[in-house]
């Protein structure tokens, strides 16, 4: 059987990751033989490891916070729907002193409550980050209550977390249905009070249509609710009160049980069942859906939590023409002398390029951020080799596998492949975790340095760049 994880165990191992991408690793020696121990399989190290580390980081009570709070932003949205059905129903009957029309009356219950299910119905059919409608009100509510940072960061985890399972359109779902069904409660239980209280006289009121009209659409509608045991008043309590109430003995009697059952049926039962298969659904998909150990945060610590498993940074095996010898991360002589090509790798757009003057022997290859401008370097270097390339890399991103398998294609293009990672924010420096991941590719002749200045010595020069 597979691991199995529950939300606050997927919350606490997707708002570790994003901490140590924040912050960079943390000390972790004791929480990973912790993992080693208690975990067969890298998803079980990875959240044993998380949410022993969330304790160290006392996450675990500031999560506790968060949910009391979400909680209680719940409820007062319930309590606004509760007093939404009360004012829709007292809107419906009126003061009594009026006969009530019955379309009218129908608009004002159930009318909002259709159009956002239909536009609910419509959201599951489109790439959206959830469902319009009162559980975005919900999220966003829960968000303005913990800008603290901490606290931020752990409502983006509980966020990322649900849209990476696919766990937050049902998530959402599941408080807006919650909201409308305690809204629909509210108008059946005003309805029995008001129509207990009060006596109200019902009618069909029309310019344009035929009385058949009107007796097909309430025998239609009241057929669902008819087979829980609701009235459905008959043709001549029908034709009796278009345009003026009916005189008939027991007609307030069928329309109230008419129009209760109408909102039980359309609205309340509706809403219910949905909230249930919502929630259901919500719990399937964090249970079942596997940690993604390919995201950034994860990598890194495969060869810690699998050591005796080799670590694949790539989309498919290295090509047969490349080396197993591991890279060095030592400083390599770099040749001045020799024609070299450089390139900067998805650096930042305030990144001065080139940051050197190449002189004669130099080839700058220009910034590569898409899939079309790489396939267009490698094109490049396969018709014109050059012996050294030098690519510069922002330290304060962290390598996912494409990137680390377009070094390894770099470097099967040239004699020598020189990896500079300096930080676009020097307080965010990751340039060990690059090290690392770099350190586990099975390329040739892979060459790492901070920055320019350590490679080229004396040589690196600014370029003038225009302002």
């Not at 396969?382 to 962290?398: G, N």
């Not at 492949?417 to 590719?441: A, C, G, K, M, T």
């Amino acid at each position: 059987m597979g691991f199995t994880r529950s939300l606050q165990t997927a919350w606490l191992t997707e708002a570790v990751r994003l901490y140590e991408i924040k912050n960079g690793r943390c000390e972790d020696a004791q929480e990973t033989r912790q993992a080693l121990t208690q975990g067969k399989t890298l998803e079980a190290r990875l959240s044993i490891r998380a949410n022993a580390l969330a304790e160290k980081l006392a996450f675990t009570p500031k999560v506790n916070v968060i949910t009391s709070q979400a909680h209680w932003v719940l409820s007062g949205l319930l309590l606004l729907g509760i007093l939404g059905g009360v004012s829709a129903a007292v809107s419906a009957l009126g003061s009594g002193q009026q006969p009530v029309n019955l379309l009218v009356a129908l608009l004002t219950l159930l009318g909002l409550h259709l159009v956002t299910l239909v536009l609910w119905v419509i959201s599951l059919q489109v790439d959206t980050a959830g469902p319009p409608g009162l559980g975005k009100v919900w999220l966003a509510l829960t968000r303005k209550l913990n800008k603290q940072a901490d606290n931020h960061l752990l409502v983006q985890g509980l966020t990322s977390t649900l849209s990476r399972t696919g766990a937050l359109k049902p998530t959402l779902s599941v408080v807006s249905h919650a909201i409308w069904a305690s809204l629909m409660v509210a108008i059946i239980l005003t309805l029995l009070i008001l129509l207990s209280a009060r006596q109200y006289q019902f009618q069909w009121e029309t310019t344009l249509l035929g009385s058949g009209v009107f007796l097909q659409f309430t025998q239609v509608l009241g057929w669902f609710p008819s087979l829980l045991g609701f009235a459905t008043p008959d043709s001549s309590i029908i034709d009796t009160s278009i345009g003026s109430p009916s005189t008939l003995a027991g007609a307030g009697v069928d329309w109230s049980s008419w129009l209760i059952g109408c909102v039980l049926v359309y609205g309340f039962i509706p809403r219910a069942a949905l909230m249930l298969i919502c929630m259901r659904w919500a719990q399937r998909s964090i249970r079942v859906t596997p940690i993604d150990t390919t995201l950034p945060g994860y990598i890194n610590l495969h060869p810690h939590l699998m050591p005796e498993s080799q670590v694949i940074g790539i989309d498919r095996p290295a090509p047969q023409t490349l080396s197993s010898a591991k890279p060095t991360t030592a400083a390599a002589s770099f040749d001045h002398t020799k024609p070299f090509a450089i390139l900067g790798l998805e650096l930042t757009a305030d990144t001065p390029w080139p940051p050197i003057a190449l002189g004669q022997t130099g080839n700058d290859l220009g910034r590569v951020d898409s899939r079309e401008q790489r396939k267009q370097v490698l094109q490049t270097l396969e018709a014109h080799r050059p012996e050294q390339i030098i690519t510069v890399c922002d330290a304060s991103q962290t390598p996912d596998r494409g990137t680390l398998h377009f070094l390894q294609q770099l470097a099967a293009a040239g004699s020598n492949l020189y990896v500079v990672v300096q930080p676009s924010q020097p307080e965010n420096n990751r340039d060990w975790v690059w090290q690392e991941q770099i350190e586990h590719l099975p390329a040739h002749s892979i060459h790492i340095s901070s920055n320019l200045q350590t490679l080229l010595g004396t040589q690196a020069k600014q370029p003038n760049h225009a302002s």
